[in-house]
């Protein structure tokens, strides 16, 4: 069972340009995390936002999240062709030990 | 060099035949991570263990295996009994464990893809 919905599935962007990415959850969390998956790879973490937090920067990465709306989005400012990769949402509910709910993932194509 | 390492990265299997999917991390975490991936269907979670000796199954346990008899080490078999086994299998780690401390950053390996002739 995924608890996180990633949108949207892909984006194409030129470099330069914004990337925003939404994620959206249904139950209650203790924190919800991003990661990167470059193609054919293992998942690489990119920023963890707890549950009381409401944003947190991390170089060019920007993420809210919204606990009333169950939702959170990620920003990538000034895209680079580099920054082509699938984007997952990972939730970990207060109740459970250990174990994340990932989405199904946003493909980012930057063009450059 | 701290990380978490997978073998064999390519791996074919004839039907009827069980294989295991090797998992080693140098990083002291306490749990770890077997997820199976499908094009378009994101990362589903076959079995965990937060702790030496210990696991739980996942969403998709059928036909898998795990044993956890070593803190580095995190073994997966496929067995003849799961119907469906072709994928990208990823193992991951994280410090966050039985005990509640720690951080639930996973850690992943580079991943496994198994190919049923």
């Known amino acids: 069972s995924q608890q996180g919905e990633e949108d949207p599935q892909a984006l194409s962007i030129q470099e330069g340009e914004n990337a925003t990415m939404n994620c959206s959850y249904k139950?209650?969390?203790?924190?919800l995390q991003w990661y990167r998956q470059n193609s054919g790879r293992g998942l690489v973490h990119l920023i963890l936002i707890r549950s009381n937090e409401r944003e947190k920067h991390s170089g060019r990465l920007r993420v809210t999240l919204d606990t009333s709306k169950k939702s959170s989005s990620l920003l990538i400012t000034a895209s680079r062709a580099a920054d082509t990769a699938s984007y997952f949402c990972a939730t970990r509910r207060g109740s459970t030990l250990g174990r994340l709910y990932f989405g199904r993932g946003t493909q980012l194509t930057v063009w450059p | 060099d701290g990380g978490i390492t997978q073998s064999p990265k390519y791996l074919f299997r004839k039907e009827g035949q069980n294989v295991t999917l090797s998992c080693e991390q140098n990083?002291?975490?306490?749990?770890m991570y077997w997820y199976r991936q499908d094009p378009g269907q994101g990362l589903r979670l076959i079995y965990y263990?937060?702790?030496?000796?210990?696991?739980q199954k996942g969403d998709i346990a059928e036909g898998y295996s795990v044993s956890r008899e070593k803190k580095e080490s995190f073994p997966l078999t496929v067995t003849s009994a799961q119907k469906n086994p072709t994928a990208f299998y990823l193992c991951a780690s994280s410090s966050r464990g039985a005990s509640g401390s720690g951080s639930d950053e996973q850690f992943f390996g580079p991943g496994t893809r198994l190919t049923v002739l």
């Open positions: 139950t209650s969390i203790n924190n």
């Open positions: 990083l002291n975490h306490d749990a």
């Open positions: 263990s937060q702790i030496v000796n210990d696991f």
